[in-house]
T-cell receptor, first 111, second 118 residues
Framework: LAKTTQPISMDSYEGQEVNITCSHN???????ITWYQQFPSQGPRFIIQ???TKVTNEVASLFIPADRKSSTLSLPRVSLSDTAVYYC????????????FGKGTRLSVIA | GAVVSQHPSRVICKSGTSVKIECRSL??????MFWYRQFPKKSLMLMAT?????????EQGVEKDKFLINHASLTLSTLTVTSAHPEDSSFYIC??????????????FGQGTRLTVV
C-alpha cells in the first residue's frame, strides 16, 4: 500500500485559499488518490477523488501532476467550519481493499 | 448518497463486560466492511476487514478473540469488544465501500462509536 506524507498542521485565515500537498512516491498504477475530512468525534467524510490531472467539485479541487507522486488539495475561501483534519489516501480502484490512513493534516482556520 | 450508520454513537461500560457495536449500510449492500480504531489526536488505525459470510481478516497486533467481528448479512457487521478494559476506550469507526469489486469505489464511514470503559 502506498504511503502518504502530509504536513502535520496548517493555519489559515478565513477567506483564504488553502493548499495541502501530499506526497505518495510509491503510488501504483491502479491507485486512486482520495481526500477525506474529519471533524472531532465524527467519521471521515469524502471530499474528492482523482487519478490524474485536475478534478474539481463543489467544495474542492485536486491537482495531480503527470508523475502522480504527489497531489494537492485546494480549498477555496476557507471558513471557520473548515477547521478539521484532512487525510490523503492512496488505494487501488477495487472496493475490497481497505483504505489506510496516514497522519493527516490538521487545518486551523482563524477569523 | 450511500450512508453507513453505526450504533450506538456513545457507550460507557464497566471493566470486564462486553460491548457490541453495529455497522449498517443503509442503502447499499456491502460484502466487505472495515473496522478502525482512533485514539485522541491520532489517525485511524485499521483493525480488521469484515467479510460477509466468512471470517474477518485482522491486522497484525489486533486480538481476534478480543475483538469479535460478525458479518452475517450484506448490510450489517458487528464488532464486539469482549472483556473490555480501560485501555480499550477509544473511538471505533466502520467503513463500507459501494459496489465492492467494481472500479472506482468510494468508501463511506459511519459516524463512529465512542467507547469508554470504566
Amino acid at each position: 500500500l502506498a504511503k502518504t506524507t502530509q504536513p502535520i498542521s496548517m493555519d489559515s485565515y478565513e477567506g483564504q485559499e488553502v493548499n495541502i500537498t501530499c506526497s505518495h512516491n510509491n503510488i501504483a498504477t491502479n491507485d486512486y488518490i482520495t481526500w477525506y475530512q474529519q471533524f472531532p468525534s465524527q467519521g471521515p467524510r469524502f471530499i474528492i477523488q482523482g487519478y490524474k490531472t485536475k478534478v474539481t467539485n463543489e467544495v474542492a479541487s485536486l491537482f495531480i501532476p503527470a508523475d502522480r507522486k504527489s497531489s494537492t488539495l485546494s480549498l477555496p475561501r476557507v471558513s471557520l467550519s473548515d477547521t478539521a483534519v484532512y487525510y490523503c489516501l492512496v488505494g487501488d480502484m477495487w472496493g475490497n481493499t481497505p483504505l489506510v490512513f496516514g497522519k493527516g493534516t490538521r487545518l486551523s482556520v482563524i477569523a | 448518497g450511500a450512508v453507513v450508520s453505526q450504533h450506538p454513537s456513545r457507550v460507557i461500560c464497566k471493566s470486564g463486560t462486553s460491548v457490541k457495536i453495529e455497522c449498517r449500510s443503509l442503502d447499499f449492500q456491502a460484502t466487505t466492511m472495515f473496522w478502525y480504531r482512533q485514539f485522541p489526536k491520532k489517525s485511524l488505525m485499521l483493525m480488521a476487514t469484515s467479510n460477509e459470510g466468512s471470517k474477518a481478516t485482522y491486522e497484525q497486533g489486533v486480538e481476534k478473540d478480543k475483538f469479535l467481528i460478525n458479518h452475517a448479512s450484506l448490510t450489517l457487521s458487528t464488532l464486539t469488544v469482549t472483556s473490555a478494559h480501560p485501555e480499550d476506550s477509544s473511538f471505533y469507526i466502520c467503513s463500507a465501500r459501494t459496489d465492492a469489486g467494481t472500479v472506482n469505489t468510494e468508501a463511506f464511514f459511519g459516524q463512529g462509536t465512542r467507547l469508554t470503559v470504566v
